[in-house]
């Protein structure tokens, strides 16, 4: 099986703090996996170096980063500017932050694919099959970030981070700021389309019972570490590693009859 | 019965212009009932915009109500869901602690003593907490505080709204715990308000499941949870992922 991302060994330091301790993990061709940890535990810095956007004063100590097996790492910020939006696309955790506030939600997409290249007549109509790719109508792209529901402004970043066609999406937790309704249909729509489209996906999230639902293989991450990692009925159901038996030990289910959570 | 609320209103009128008439009203508490037992935990559950954090808002005396009934037979406090708004930034934790008793004449030896009680209640080091500001603690002690904070007064009726939501699962276990733990050593009463279903199951003795104003369907959690009557209920419980 190709691979579409191989980290490897990557260590990333912000001041005299590490925040991605030699971590390696691989995004297998056309399967999602899920990035678990809590919060501070560098997932989404994880995300940030994939794409070669880690904030100012992070340093890559070593390591790599190979997207369909090109090591980032070395490039300069130009190329890896080139390989963003085609390669490797992100969908942010907080759309309502992530969008421009004072730009109508079309032009913010057509905003992205024109600064790859594309025609502003190509841009329009791409915009239109993007939004019903993600089951809005395209008149939604004419409104502000502000008039869309969380879950509208959810698609259309995920439809934004598909715009130029990626091999690898990476979604930071896409439905934590989300009603549980809402949330099954996004859920719902990234399998779909990953089924249809086949493109990879970074899932990351700190709920097991998202990655459960989505995932085909999962990296269970804390304290910059990668603790455990492998398919997701291994992981979920016999996990090898104290940190992730604990951390699905700690979760209330449905039909819960302990009268304490194990701490 | 600790809590008893019949036929409870709220509406928010939206002025479109100085001129213009208003429009119509948001129904936030539209007709909502319902009464909570001594010691007992009633969990209110429903998506965002339902209408449950203005049913806490009106119980804790932050809103006033347009129309129906309720009545709080103890005293009452309050924990929020986000335990770095809530908490003053510029103040010391012993100063957060001690300011509500300020305004019930407690003397300061009394308040102090009061302090330290809560802070052990919540297990935190009152000798190695109460000097210091919020911004020096975890989210999760962060919480801690505020549930202490509450705790100071003494109250019969704890009003908890989203407590956990904001917190890592890990986290989140610990003060579901100790909420548990509380409320067994000093048969407090909760109102827990919650968008988690599988958090309100674990807490609660009785659900009220809200949406749009109203309160849908309300049985003990055990009925609610096996055999919902309500559709909207089932789409609720199968939206949540199974794991």
Known sequence: ?263 | MMIEVTDLKKYFYKRKGFFSPSSDPVKAVDGVSFSVEKGSTFGLVGESGCGKTTVARILSGILEKDAGRFSISGKRDMVFQDPFGSLNPRMHIYGILSESLKVSKVSPAEARARCVEALELVNLDPAGVMDKYPHQFSGGERQRIAIARALVNRPEILILDEPVSSLDVSIQAGILNLLKDLQEEKSLTYLFISHDLRVVEFMSDTVGVMKNGKIVECASAKEIYSSPKHPYTRILLEAVPSF
């Open chain 1, 1 to 263: 099986m190709d691979t579409t991302l191989r980290i490897d060994s990557l260590t990333v330091d912000i001041g005299p703090g590490r925040v991605i301790d030699g971590i390696s993990f691989e995004v297998a061709e056309g399967r999602i996996l899920g990035l678990v940890g809590e919060s501070g535990s560098g997932k989404t810095m994880t995300a940030l170096a994939v794409l070669g956007l880690l904030p100012e004063g992070a340093v890559i100590r070593s390591g790599q980063v190979l997207l369909k097996g090109n090591d980032i790492v070395p490039m300069s910020p130009e190329e890896r500017r080139r390989l963003r939006g085609k390669k490797a696309a992100m969908s942010f955790q907080e759309p309502f932050t992530a969008f421009n506030p004072v730009m109508r939600i079309g032009e913010q997409v057509t905003e992205a694919m024109r600064a790859h290249g594309m025609s502003r007549a190509g841009a329009e109509k791409r915009l239109a099959e993007l939004s019903r790719m993600v089951k809005l109508s395209p008149g939604i792209c004419r409104h502000y970030p502000h008039e869309l529901s969380g879950g509208e402004r959810q698609r259309m970043m995920i439809a934004m981070a598909l715009s130029c066609g990626p091999d690898l999406l990476i979604l930071d937790e896409p439905t934590t700021a989300l009603d549980v309704s809402v949330q099954k249909h996004i859920l719902d729509l990234v399998s779909e389309l990953q089924r249809r489209k086949k493109f990879s996906v970074l899932f990351i999230t700190h709920d097991f019972s998202v990655v459960n639902k989505i995932a085909d293989d999962v990296a269970v991450m804390k304290e910059g570490r990668i603790v455990e990692k492998g398919s997701k009925d291994k992981v979920l159901k016999a996990p090898g590693h104290e940190y992730t038996r604990k951390l699905i030990g700690c979760i209330p289910r449905l039909g819960d009859t302990r009268k304490r959570l194990p701490v």
